[in-house]
T-cell receptor, first 114, second 112 residues
Framework: GAGVSQSPSNKVTEKGKDVELRCDPI?????LYWYRQSLGQGLEFLIY????????KSGLPSDRFSAERTGGSVSTLTIQRTQQEDSAVYLC????????????FGNGTRLTVT | DQQVKQNSPSLSVQEGRISILNCDYT??????FLWYKKYPAEGPTFLIS?????DKNEDGRFTVFLNKSAKHLSLHIVPSQPGDSAVYFC???????????FGRGTSLIVHP
């Protein structure tokens, strides 16, 4: 079946602009995650959804970052007033939401803030 | 404060030999460990996992060993193949949390 789909695959934006990143999880997966990978760094957790609610948003780096999930499916990560340090690959993953079920990742959105 | 550490950023191995990738963790509450493999421009894909009640799990050419007392796990790939060249991420989670913590990854290059 179809995997996790993210769009756009690449986004170049000017500092100060807002961006929206989209994630379509695998159908039937109740859990959805956003991570990011900055150059030379590991996968940094941002936010986790179970259904439409976000029980853990502790990884969001600032109040410029927000995310929502609707219909238990599509999620959007929004970054307002982008800064150069926001440049990274933003990865979305979904899982069955049961204990220890592995994450299935999309191919990511590469965000470059100029 | 890195709770999952992969201290070797890169590893180079000859085709047919064994690749050993290491991972250390600091949080004693972690009880489930996973390895993911990532090719360039793709997302990580799940490779193999191990529960803390075991010390070894094997799947084909891939074996993960867990040493709880040392808070250390390793991934063995035997025999290594050029297609195994990728970045390998170690991840750990604790019971009741659905959010794995990832290491920084080790880039494996398998030479023909």
């Amino acid at each position: 079946g179809a995997g996790v789909s993210q769009s756009p695959s690449n986004k170049v934006t000017e500092k100060g602009k807002d961006v929206e990143l989209r994630c379509d999880p695998i159908s039937g997966h109740t859990a959805l995650y956003w991570y990011r990978q900055s150059l030379g760094q590991g996968l940094e957790f941002l936010i986790y959804f179970q259904g439409n609610s976000a029980p853990d948003k502790s990884g969001l780096p600032s109040d410029r970052f927000s995310a929502e999930r609707t219909g238990g499916s599509v999620s959007t990560l929004t970054i307002q007033r982008t800064q150069q340090e926001d440049s990274a690959v933003y990865l979305c993953a979904s899982s069955l939401g049961t204990d220890n079920s592995p994450l299935h990742f999309g191919n990511g959105t590469r965000l470059t803030v100029t | 404060d890195q709770q999952v550490k992969q201290n070797s950023p890169s590893l180079s191995v000859q085709e047919g030999r064994i690749s050993i990738l290491n991972c250390d963790y600091t949080n004693s509450m972690f009880d489930y460990f996973l390895w993911y493999k990532k090719y360039p421009a793709e997302g990580p894909t799940f490779l193999i996992s191990i529960s803390s009640i075991k010390d070894k799990n094997e799947d084909g050419r891939f074996t993960v060993f867990l040493n709880k007392s040392a808070k250390h796990l390793s991934l063995h790939i035997v025999p290594s193949q050029p297609g195994d060249s990728a970045v390998y991420f170690c991840a750990a989670s604790r019971g009741g949390s659905y959010i794995p913590t990832f290491g920084r990854g080790t880039s494996l290059i398998v030479h023909p």
